[in-house]
Antibody, heavy 121, light 109 residues
Framework: EVQLVESGGGLVKPGGSLRLSCAAS????????MNWVRQAPGKGLEWVSS????????YYADSVKGRFTISRDNAKNSLYLQMNSLRAEDTAVYYC??????????????WGQGTLVTVSS | EIVMTQSPATLSVSPGERATLSCRAS??????LAWYQQKPGQAPRLLIY???TRATGIPARFSGSGSGTEFTLTISSLQSEDFAVYYC???????????FGGGTKVEIK
């Protein structure tokens, strides 16, 4: 059974930093691109960042570019998101999501339960 | 960036009735569109990919159609467990961009 378990969320002051983790199990982690998707309270979904299976390709939404860094450790079956210079508008539940990537396909077939990040003074 | 617009924002439907949800893209995304269902307090769940292919384990009452800029998710006979928020997502512009629609909430009438 595929499982994605996020951790590391919490309350942080504006300008602060936080590192999120996602522990994966039930599939060959090193074979899949992974993503972070967030959802502000009461709002819709926003793709944040993607990393390919071997970390060769990394992409960010414009809203986080230069502040967030995605990484992975295939030996530990783990995905990370280092978030710096946090702003109030970064407050959201952050989901780890596996990508199904084949030819033109790139959608999210498994999601974690999310971890809440609150940026407030 | 491709903008995805979903309508209506809220759809009130009685159990057993048909629900039709719309998703429009600001430019063609071919058939590179997915639909997700999200219930309160839960993570999204993949329903449809390739505009019309049901994901594993998704009941046949869910169907997707459309291509280009106009897409529809139809739930043929609403069950109690189908009341949720539904999102569309385009991946035609990947990389480097993936975008979601704003969602349609399907509520009990």
């Amino acid at each position: 059974e595929v499982q994605l378990v996020e951790s590391g969320g919490g309350l942080v002051k504006p300008g602060g930093s936080l590192r999120l983790s996602c522990a994966a199990s039930g599939f060959t982690f090193s074979s899949y691109s992974m993503n972070w998707v967030r959802q502000a309270p009461g709002k819709g979904l926003e793709w944040v960042s993607s990393i390919s299976s071997s970390s060769s390709y990394i992409y960010y939404a414009d809203s986080v570019k230069g502040r967030f860094t995605i990484s992975r450790d295939n030996a530990k079956n783990s995905l990370y998101l280092q978030m710096n210079s946090l702003r109030a508008e970064d407050t959201a539940v952050y989901y780890c999501a596996r990508a199904w990537e084949l030819q033109e396909d790139y959608y999210f077939d498994y999601w974690g339960q999310g971890t809440l990040v609150t940026v407030s003074s | 960036e491709i903008v995805m617009t979903q309508s209506p924002a809220t759809l009130s439907v009685s159990p057993g009735e048909r629900a039709t949800l719309s998703c429009r893209a600001s430019q063609s995304v071919s058939s590179n569109l997915a639909w997700y269902q999200q219930k309160p307090g839960q993570a999204p769940r993949l329903l449809i990919y390739g505009a019309s292919t049901r994901a594993t384990g998704i009941p046949a009452r869910f169907s997707g159609s459309g291509s280009g800029t106009e897409f529809t998710l139809t739930i043929s006979s609403l069950q109690s467990e189908d009341f949720a928020v539904y999102y569309c997502q385009q991946y035609n512009n990947w990389p480097p961009s993936l975008t979601f629609g704003g969602g349609t909430k399907v509520e009990i009438k």
